[in-house]
């Protein structure tokens, strides 16, 4: 019943102003270019404008990659890529999971989750630990020494139980 009267009703109103249904689309078309040009669809920064944010400490989430950071920080004292779950806050960020503790959820996360190859480089004389997927910089976290200590710690033992296949990139006959 409810489907018959909203047909008639789209009849009626496409009957009564044959124009107007071309011209909302030519609004809704105009607006949605108007929208993607304003920001929705910028690309990253330049390399050289990227190594300028890290070099003045404006980590800027999803706009700086892996090469600004080395090119302006150098190569990492520590560093580590495993495949990793986020956490996808309201603001659509993104928490790596090893960054929450066991059995808890971040503050402002509502259910959504994200896994990829998450990238960790851990720079304790600037105390950051910046962490990448897809070679965008997605988390950022200021470490005090102690903590940047005992982080770096925890990988060395968790890389004592890795066995030989983790380390071997074609060993599985996956290139």
Not at 79 to 96: A, G, I, N
Not at 125 to 137: A, I, K, Y
Request: charged residues 25%; contains cysteine; positive net charge.
């Amino acid at each position: 019943m409810r489907q018959r009267v909203q047909r008639r009703m789209c009849a009626l109103w496409a009957r009564r102003w044959p124009g107007e249904k071309a011209g909302r689309l030519l609004v809704l078309l105009g607006a949605v270019l108007v929208v993607g040009e304003a920001g929705g669809c910028k690309g990253l920064p330049t390399l050289e404008q990227q190594e300028a944010l890290v070099r003045t400490n404006n980590l800027v989430l999803e706009q700086i990659t892996t090469r600004a950071v080395v090119n302006a920080w150098g190569e990492p004292p520590h560093h580590r890529s495993e495949f990793t779950q986020f956490f996808v806050m309201s603001d659509l960020s993104l928490v790596p999971r090893s960054r929450v503790a066991v059995g808890e959820a971040p503050k402002g996360w509502n259910s959504g989750v994200y896994a990829g190859e998450g990238v960790y480089f851990a720079y304790p004389e600037r105390g950051w630990l910046l962490v990448f997927l897809d070679e965008r910089l997605v988390y950022k976290e200021a470490l005090k020494t102690e903590q940047m200590q005992e982080l770096v710690k925890a990988w060395a033992y968790e890389d004592r139980f890795k066995g030989r296949i983790d380390d071997t990139p074609g060993a599985l006959g996956v290139q």
